[in-house]
């Protein structure tokens, strides 16, 4: 039985974007910003498969590539000596099954499968500042997703 056992961790609330994600974890690691920045640019190596980025219904993606949405909020435990991108793959192997069967529906119909996990918190964000009205939100979200 451990009794003196240090433990370090970080808890990351919901809603929260990656640039203040990234903030947190440097101020519990003492990483530097700039390593979590970095290490986010190849979200294939962090563990986010090249099919979840692309897309296979002939339109253009309008962005790059983006970590954006897959860091899981959570409390996390983080090893002794963390590396920015050890720390960003743990969070992205965080992700629930249900949004990974999400993804995958979704690329089988030749659409980005990321939308099925970034795309559901973007559209309830838009649809919370646009809307005048709660019963307004889902026809915002509803634009958003056609355009998609």
């Not at 101020?27 to 190596?45: L, S």
Request: glycine share 6%; no cysteine; hydrophobic share 40%.
């Amino acid at each position: 039985m451990l009794i003196n056992r240090i433990t370090n961790r970080v808890t990351i609330p919901e809603g929260t974007i990656s640039v203040d994600i990234y903030r947190r974890l440097s101020d519990q690691t003492k990483i530097p910003v700039a390593d979590f920045t970095a290490a986010a640019k190849n979200p294939v190596a962090l563990g986010i498969p090249d099919w979840w980025l692309t897309r296979t219904d002939g339109k253009k993606m309008l962005r790059p590539p983006s970590i954006e949405g897959f860091l899981y909020p959570d409390t996390y435990e983080l090893p002794p000596h963390p590396t920015a991108a050890g720390v960003l793959r743990m969070m992205v192997n965080r992700l629930p099954d249900r949004d990974r069967r999400s993804a995958l529906r979704r690329q089988r119909a030749g659409q980005p499968a990321h939308h099925a996990v970034r795309g559901g918190w973007f559209a309830a964000s838009i649809a919370q500042v646009e809307a005048t009205y709660d019963k307004d939100m889902p026809g915002v979200a509803r634009v958003l997703y056609n355009r998609a």
